[in-house]
């Protein structure tokens, strides 16, 4: 490094009086200016701010989510080929929609807004539906085992609600 300014070798004189700047003050100084200059850079290329953790793992209640709004959709089609069983499967659609809901609420997603209903014979009425109840207890009483304490009373109160859709469907 080559300093080009005047600077003092330690004894003071008249002259030197002005200028109290040392040899070993400017090398400090010009030392924390090239590391803080060094430092700058370097923040920008994320090597201090590196985030290693991977992102989490959605959520395991989520599928019921869907599996819930998607028996609502089954329900509600149903109602709309078959007026007559408005009321007798009406009120499935609603408690599966509430379950839905309510899953959303404790794992902190939004509603979907449109969910596709599984495909069911439109003349066999209520044997389809029981046997997507059927399948969805055994998802729900599944979910209920694996699930901690806080969830599984959730979970097996929607897993009981799906046995009795079951033989409300009889």
Do not use: W
Not at 21 to 27: A, D, I, V
Not at 157 to 166: G, K, V
């Amino acid at each position: 490094m080559v300093l080009t300014c005047r600077v003092g070798t330690g004894r003071t004189t008249q002259r030197d009086q002005a200028s109290r700047h040392s040899r070993r003050k400017l090398l400090r100084a010009g030392a924390l200016l090239a590391l803080g200059g060094a430092a700058v850079p370097l923040t920008g290329c994320d090597l201090f701010d590196r985030d290693d953790e991977p992102a989490p793992p959605p959520d395991p209640l989520r599928p019921m989510v869907d599996e819930a709004l998607g028996l609502a959709a089954a329900y509600q089609n149903h109602v709309a080929a078959h007026p007559d069983l408005a009321d007798r499967l009406g009120p499935i659609a609603e408690a599966h929609t509430a379950h839905a809901t309510e899953l959303a609420r404790v794992i902190g997603v939004a509603l979907p807004t449109a969910v596709a209903a599984p495909a069911i014979d439109p003349v066999n009425t209520l044997a389809p539906l029981r046997a997507l109840e059927k399948a969805a207890q055994k998802s729900a009483t599944a979910a209920c085992a694996a699930a901690s304490a806080d969830r599984a009373a959730l979970l097996g109160s929607i897993a009981a609600a799906r046995a009795t859709h079951q033989e409300a469907l009889k």
